[in-house]
């Protein structure tokens, strides 16, 4: 007899024999620079809480008074009876930070982008995605039934003749920092050209939102772009809010477009208001604390330095200037080993050091450029930086192939 799914085990086999095994690490602390691992304390290096606020104090506290006032669960979706007075005054709170018409919560960000580009596009419409946009944005494209077409990394002068060819309504589709990169997409060329070709443009700026930007108003802040140049944002409140959940940010008519279609926002239960009342307490350390992000931007350019020093490969950032004179860093700097046995090596020989830093391999980046995330923290001091530096000089002269 021949059981369903008995090839999993020998396509588990297959995975691990290519060094891509994946496995998960038990915490028993809260996020911050120091993580409980194993029974030991190790120094993170690797969590998307650039800012430093998912076990800050106010947002703790307001999560509990969200708690008493609302309880835990919310009940049912948005539209039945879950979209609560916290959900709703964080929406407006988010659509001034962000200068929109109005912001739409979603549970996660992953549904999110699923949620926009099925009730935005169908078949007979074209959406053109950048090749190193995150998984979340390349399986919206896809599960539109839109023509699906991929552009070489932050190549606006590739994408331009594929434009003028398609057909139906259009949607360029772009990470604003880079997930795996840190590096910046061309947002001034990308808005003037959807606006030459009367395409959509939509903007996933999980890693910039907060992080960059006056006020935390992130990426497209520093390029001084509007809710004209890109029609669509979508921001995470994952990374740098410190808490759970995502927006879409934009026009009148998106926004009661995806109340209505989005069904990753119809058919799923809303996040618990106290996230939202947490949601809150932090968007205000974000508008407020500038020094987070001025730290940010001093420990990324200490650490780049350092790496350069040390002749290891950092990604090469954006080109298009930003139109000030400080050079931006995104929160994520990853050294580029290129081979996965060794990256993994070299990330467990950190971890003996005490430096928790995650080892990324394809299929999440590109082959033969499986890298070291460092992501780095404002809680982090510049001591750290430099310990992590001496670390990874060591692991990558111990680890040889
Ligand atoms: C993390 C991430 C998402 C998904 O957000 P979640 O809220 O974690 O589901 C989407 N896009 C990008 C670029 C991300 O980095």
Redesign the pocket.
Known sequence: MISAFSHLSADLQTIATADLYRSRRVIDSPQGIHLQLEGRSVVNFCSNDYLGLANHPEVISAFKAGVDQYGVGSGSAHLICGHSRAHHALEEELAAFTGRDRALLFS???MA?LGVMSALLGRGDSVFEDRLN?A??LDGGLMSGARFKRYAHADVEQLKPHLDQATGNKLIVT?GVF?MDGDFAPLKSLAALAKSTGAGLMV?D??GLGVLGQNGGGLLDCFDLTQDDVPILMG?L??GFGTF??FIAGSEDLIETLIQKARTYIYTTALPAAVAEATRASLKRVIADNWRREHLNHLASRFRSGAEQLGLECVKQVEEPLGSDVRLLSAIQPIVIGDSARTVKISEHLLKAGFLVSAIRPPTVPKGSARLRVTLSALHEEQHVDQLLEALDNAVNAVTL
């Open positions: 996660t960000g992953y982008n995150h979340s944005l990470d997930s996933d999980a890693h995470t994952g990374k959940g995502a």
